[in-house]
T-cell receptor, first 111, second 115 residues
Framework: DARVTQTPRHKVTEMGQEVTMRCQPI?????VFWYRQTMMQGLELLAY????????DSGMPKDRFSAEMPDATLATLKIQPSEPRDSAVYFC?????????FGPGTRLTVT | AQTVTQSQPEMSVQEAETVTLSCTYD???????LFWYKQPPSRQMILVIR??????QNATENRFSVNFQKAAKSFSLKISDSQLGDAAMYFC????????????FGTGTRLTVIP
């Protein structure tokens, strides 16, 4: 049963600290997405990759967020420095063709 | 940019009954995909059903079916024989075929199933 995995599932950190979230897409999927979910904004796209190349990161605050795919089995989303307004659930999703399958999310709390 | 509207923040249904969740969207494109995702308290986003815009036939997956009205840009989800496990947030989503693979989500409808 292929699934997208994300680590950590929960992260509590202090303002100013660096946060790295990791995602392992489903083997064979060629697109990877990062979404953020908050009560106020709902689900919003941060970045996505196709064949490991970044195609769109217009939803990301560039000064503090960065997304990479060092290889086909790992995608990372990094926040440096973190701020309280970054508190949210961050989802990774992978896909092939038109469907996307989501990971369980990382709940980030920045105090 | 495409917008997806779910006008019902909350809905409730009696167990074993049928409920319909509404979704409308705005687009100038003729080819696209539409999806319904379910998010239970575990937060996992689960794909429930998809519809290709070029298909006139409404998609069906077991107790879940859609009413796709392309001209009206409407895409409602019908859940038949509701079960307690259907209680969740339901998100309608749009995916363009022209401008990237990302999904545009509605704000969600929280469904409560009453025993």
């Amino acid at each position: 049963d292929a699934r997208v995995t994300q680590t950590p599932r929960h992260k509590v950190t202090e303002m100013g600290q660096e946060v790295t979230m990791r995602c392992q897409p489903i083997l064979g999927h060629n697109t990877v997405f990062w979404y953020r979910q908050t009560m106020m904004q709902g689900l919003e796209l941060l970045a996505y990759f196709r064949n490991r190349a970044p195609l769109d990161d217009s939803g990301m605050p560039k000064d503090r967020f960065s997304a990479e795919m060092p290889d086909a089995t790992l995608a990372t989303l990094k926040i440096q420095p973190s701020e309280p307004r970054d508190s949210a659930v961050y989802f990774c999703a992978s896909g092939l063709d038109y469907e996307q399958y989501f990971g369980p999310g990382t709940r980030l709390t920045v105090t | 940019a495409q917008t997806v509207t779910q006008s019902q923040p909350e809905m409730s249904v009696q167990e074993a009954e049928t409920v319909t969740l509404s979704c409308t969207y705005d687009t100038s494109e003729s080819d696209y995909y539409l999806f319904w995702y379910k998010q239970p308290p575990s937060r996992q986003m689960i794909l429930v059903i998809r519809q290709e815009a070029y298909k006139q036939q409404n998609a069906t997956e077991n107790r879940f079916s859609v009413n796709f009205q392309k001209a009206a840009k409407s895409f409602s989800l019908k859940i038949s024989d509701s079960q307690l496990g259907d209680a969740a947030m339901y998100f309608c989503a749009y995916r363009s075929l022209m401008s990237g693979n990302n999904l545009f989500f509605g704000t969600g409808t929280r469904l409560t199933v009453i025993p």
